[in-house]
């Protein structure tokens, strides 16, 4: 008779709240963190942790890696609740070592990386300069803008922001198709809309319904694959080549403006102008944009707003910054709702 050996329970993290000193003590080593997730997700040893638990030696021969520095990150790793360690010494997976997992549906191993870029570690020390300017520290770090940067010089940075952005628009579009009512909508038109994965998602969802995807040249030539010859959506779908800040070509009953206001106030305003002069009277237009503030995720939104005043000078709004350049632009304010926790889709329309 074969017995199945119990898996071990892993040990419980201390539920006290801890005294403000050791509280700042710990948010000033910040970086000891996010490098420890960092130096995880490159190790990739979440894929190489299975469904039962294994030794930090046992780990460490499948990732390369030296056992006893690999149990000290590991360990670090369990106090934030990545990762488990178990009585014997052993370490499982939690939620959220799972999502350091490359085949996780909800993979973050790629932001994870993308937010831990070498660039970063060298911009972060700068933000009091930053705050002082209000200003990107990007240019004097740097020689050149992050863009340029980031494709000149910094290829594999470049591949990691790629996969970092596909990964999160593909997890949003999802919750976005879910989202918005499409009721009376014959064209919906996604306007910056990146590689399209939030108007292939509403494609799939609506099979009456037609698609525009804008975007700058080399991005719209990298369309999804459902949306390009041959897919199973072009025939419903139209790929412009543009940019929104100068014009916006597309007749569409619905235009939806996600996450591209955010570089600075001129570009936003032009954007708004743009879609209100193309748009008819009465169309939707639906704009999805990170909030800094009305959100149960303020630790990650607000953090995203300093990391784009580093890098770009940009900003995140808040619900009274974004409905203000709303209105400029002569858009009739709806509904306000979450998409999801850290996401708010604005409803609004274009007036006759």
């Avoid at 590991?74 to 999502?99: K, N, P, W």
């Avoid at 990691?160 to 909508?185: K, P």
């Avoid at 708010?344 to 274009?350: I, K, L, N, R």
Wanted: charged share 20%.
């Amino acid at each position: 008779m074969t017995t199945v050996s119990p898996t071990p329970t892993p040990i419980p993290s201390p539920q006290h709240t801890p005294q403000p000193a050791m509280r700042l003590r710990e948010l000033v080593f910040g970086a000891a963190c996010a490098a420890a997730v960092r130096a995880a997700a490159r190790l990739a040893v979440a894929d190489a942790l299975g469904e039962s638990p294994a030794s930090a030696a046992e780990l460490a021969t499948a990732v390369g890696a030296e056992p006893l520095p690999l149990q000290r990150l590991l360990r670090a790793l369990s106090c934030y609740g990545i990762f488990a360690e178990t009585e014997d010494g052993q370490f499982v997976h939690t939620e959220m070592s799972r999502l350091l997992r490359e085949d996780d549906p909800h993979s973050l191993r790629y932001i994870a990386l993308w937010c831990t870029e070498p660039w970063t570690w060298q911009a972060w020390p700068r933000l009091d300069d930053a705050v002082r300017s209000g200003s990107s520290v990007f240019q004097e770090l740097y020689g050149k803008g992050f863009f340029d940067y980031l494709h000149q010089d910094a290829h594999d940075s470049a591949h990691v922001f790629n996969r970092a952005m596909t990964t999160s628009s593909m997890q949003s579009a999802l919750d976005v198709a879910e989202l918005l009512d499409l009721t009376g909508i014959s064209v919906v038109a996604d306007i910056g809309g990146g590689q399209g994965h939030v108007l292939a998602s509403l494609l799939e969802k609506h099979p009456t319904v037609r698609g525009v995807l804008l975007d700058l040249p080399g991005v719209a030539a990298k369309a999804d694959p459902r949306l390009r010859e041959d897919g199973p959506l072009a025939a419903r779908a139209d790929i412009v080549p543009g940019d929104c800040r100068e014009a916006i070509p597309v007749d569409a009953d619905m235009y939806i403006i996600k996450n591209i206001l955010e570089w600075d106030d001129d570009s936003t305003r032009r954007t708004l102008r743009n879609v209100v002069d193309a748009a008819r009277p009465g169309s939707r237009v639906v704009i999805i944009e990170n909030l800094v503030d009305d959100t149960p995720s303020m630790k990650f939104t607000t953090a995203m707003d300093l990391l784009l005043l580093l890098n770009v000078g940009g900003a995140k709004h808040t619900k009274a910054s974004l409905t203000a350049r709303m209105q400029d632009a002569g858009l009739v304010i709806g509904e306000i709702r979450p998409v999801n926790a850290y996401l708010h889709a604005f409803e609004c329309t274009v007036p006759g």
